[in-house]
């Protein structure tokens, strides 16, 4: 079997995230929710016939983007690397998803288990209200302290229970939300900030959270205390704003270099 690895970027603007989902409208109307890795695998099918199994990096929420999604899948056959990129940006939704490049790499290689880190992307319009950013940011209409944030964002390094700042799961034990997070680094635009998330992995809504903490420092609205107290104190209520899906991107993956061929 060959192990084909593709770097994709999408605009997760009219997708209901990576994953195909079974959900209750899915299962009583029997419609099929358009998903990422859905036309990922119909293009994939009609270029080769075969119906190949899809691993990713990590799975995007509805309406998250991505610049460099990495995923891999295994076929009985070696093709032309270049004419199959060209076959799959030929039936994929152009104006949505770009397959970026292929290669082949080690047989051993997996896209989810071998991920080293993750960085995310987020972007705040702030100030005057960018309409061509208007579906890859978030909109903050009120000023924003830098240096504030800056404060904030050092309240997140390293490794903490973050049960405070992710999707609550029933069946997660409280211990299973302990993540690392390597490095927070926030620039100045002329439309805002780019905000740079880069972990070991992430909780379901995790980085949102993160970045809604960081813009409420960044606002006055709570202190590095606030922080402290919800990264030290078990599960807790809290009022942290959860940002909009569509400032978020895929930024970049690190995996070990010695998989590739």
Known sequence: MINYLIVIE????????????????AEIGKIELKTISGELLKAIKKITG????LFVS??????????NQVANFKLPFLLDLHKLKSSLNGVLPSNDITVKSIE??????????????????????????????????????????LDLMKEA??????????????????????EDYFRTVIKINIQKKNYGFNIY????????????????????????KINIENINYLLNKGKTPSNIT???????????????????C
């Open 197 to 220: 998330i880069e972990g070991e992995g992430f909780l379901r809504h995790m980085v949102r959270r993160i970045i809604g903490a960081i813009v409420l420092c960044g606002l006055g």
């Open 10 to 25: 999408y605009d997760g603007s009219n997708y209901h995230g990576w994953q195909i989902q079974n959900n209750f409208a």
């Open 242 to 260: 959860k940002a909009p899906p569509e400032g978020l991107f895929l930024y970049s993956i690190k995996y070990n270099h010695k998989l590739f």
């Open 153 to 174: 964002s050092k309240m997140f390094i390293g490794n903490y229970n973050f049960v405070n700042f992710a999707k609550s799961d029933k069946k997660r034990d409280i």
């Open 58 to 67: 990590g799975r995007t929420d509805a309406g998250v983007h991505a610049l």
């Open 104 to 145: 082949i790499v080690h047989d051993s290689f997996h896209a989810t288990f071998n991920t080293i880190s993750k960085t995310y992307l987020y972007k705040l319009n702030n100030g005057f209200k960018s309409a061509l950013l208007s579906k890859y940011s978030w909109y903050i209409k009120d000023s924003l302290n």
């Open 50 to 53: 075969i119906d190949i199994e």
